[in-house]
């Protein structure tokens, strides 16, 4: 095995928290479709979608290092959204704290000097820049629109800020 118990277990967690990334954003992807709009919920679909990818990669590395596999139960997704902003600050939410949870993998592979693991995890630490910065400025488009969503739908027609493949 090539990687510590600690970052097994971390890892471990990392996974349950990517799939239950991906979860919430089907919720939410489907509070949109409801609502018939379908921009919105194409976007979290593929944030849905990146997601649960995220988590294999984890599963993958972790199963090639050696470590042995132990999802964690995830918890039942939110799914009363007061509005469309409130997912957006959700989503936002969710991927700031991913952001600590990676930051906190890589502390572990550089404390145990695991350069194999540090050179993983680096692709994970560029990605949520990118993360944060599509909820970022999802959530100020979303801010802008108002009550109008129809605006948010054309700026995600015209200017997708996830494309599809992405990540």
């Known amino acids: 095995m090539i990687i510590s ?3 097994e277990n971390a890892i471990n967690a990392q996974i349950g928290a990517e799939f239950g990334a991906s979860l919430q954003y089907v919720s939410i ?24 990818m995220h988590a294999m990669k984890f599963q993958h590395f972790l199963v090639e290092a050696g470590g042995e596999l132990r999802i964690p139960a995830i918890p039942a997704t939110k799914y009363d959204f007061k509005d ?11 991927e700031e704290d991913v952001t600590s949870m990676i ?43 108002g009550s109008n969503l ?6 995600l027609a015209r200017n997708p800020i996830v494309e599809e493949g992405a990540a």
């Open 103 to 145: 930051n906190g993998l890589m502390d572990i592979a550089v404390k145990d000097k695991n350069y194999i693991a540090q050179q993983f995890l680096a692709w994970f630490v560029s990605e949520q820049l990118e993360e944060i910065a599509t909820m970022s400025t999802l959530l100020r488009t979303i801010q802008r629109a």
């Open 150 to 155: 129809l605006w948010v739908e054309s700026f």
């Open 84 to 94: 469309a902003e409130d997912c957006a600050k959700l989503a936002l939410s969710w």
């Open 29 to 52: 992807a489907s509070y949109f479709d409801a609502d018939d709009l379908p921009q919105l919920a194409a976007f979290f679909y593929r944030q849905a979608a990146e997601e649960n």
């Open 5 to 7: 118990k600690e970052l």
